[in-house]
């Protein structure tokens, strides 16, 4: 894979899913929901987050809840009783050390407990609205298909590899643009090459055919 090619992929992309219009996140929302959201499903991480916002609308509130209610009210999620302490801990970090604002930058975020990479990156592109390109399992999955990373590769390397091939003024489409079409059609099992408008470009397609093994 080349920059060329990487360009052709996105702009093709862009027409098959053109971007809606974002409204940003507020970083605490965002913080919330990604933290949830690990290893749990995208209505189950919508529907707890919008009941604990709900009963802690900052890093504030939620420092007065005790671990006990924060379970209570996320129990639908994996690892709710985890994540119920972890919330609590990045809760109190916030409120004593950054006077209840969301930190700015991946370091400071990823000094929090529990918060990686996948979860720094989303808040930094979808509430800051930085340049960065989270890497999630439609990416992982769409990138190694299409030849750009390898199967064996982790985060850091998924992410260099694309920010490789991608200038950075467009990086904010590129998670939009790889999720949506894992979605719809570079799906993990049982991908739909035939329907696939990027077919030309991919490796896993020209070394099957299509087929899915
Ligand atoms: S051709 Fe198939 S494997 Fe390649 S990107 Fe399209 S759907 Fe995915």
């Given at each position: 894979m080349n920059k060329k090619a990487m360009g052709k992929i996105l702009k093709t992309l862009e027409k098959q899913y053109p971007m809606p219009n974002f409204s940003r996140e507020k970083p605490y929302e965002a913080l919330i929901g990604t933290v949830l959201s690990q290893r749990t499903l995208d209505q189950t991480t919508d529907r707890v987050s919008q009941a604990l916002l709900k009963a802690a609308d900052s890093p504030k509130a939620l420092v007065k809840m005790t671990e006990r209610q924060i379970a209570r009210i996320i129990r639908?999620?994996?690892f709710y009783k985890t994540k119920a302490k972890r919330l609590k801990q990045i809760a109190n970090i916030i409120v004593k050390e950054y006077g209840g604002r969301i930190p700015r930058t991946r370091e400071e975020l990823m000094s929090?407990?529990?918060?990686g990479p996948k979860t720094s990156d989303a808040v930094l592109i979808?509430?800051?609205?930085?340049?960065v390109i989270p890497i999630d399992t439609h990416v992982q999955v769409v990138s190694e298909r299409l030849g750009?990373?390898?199967?064996?590769?982790?985060y850091k390397k998924i992410q260099a590899k694309l920010n490789a091939l991608v200038p950075e003024r467009k990086r904010d489409s590129v998670n939009y643009l790889l999720v949506e079409h894992g979605k719809k059609i570079?799906?993990?099992?049982?991908?739909?090459c035939g329907a696939c408008v990027i077919n030309k470009f991919c490796r896993y397609y020209a070394r099957t055919g299509g087929e899915y093994f």
């Open positions: 639908p999620i994996n929090l407990p529990g918060v979808f509430s800051y609205g930085k340049q750009i990373s390898d199967e064996k590769d982790g570079c799906r993990k099992h049982l991908p739909k």
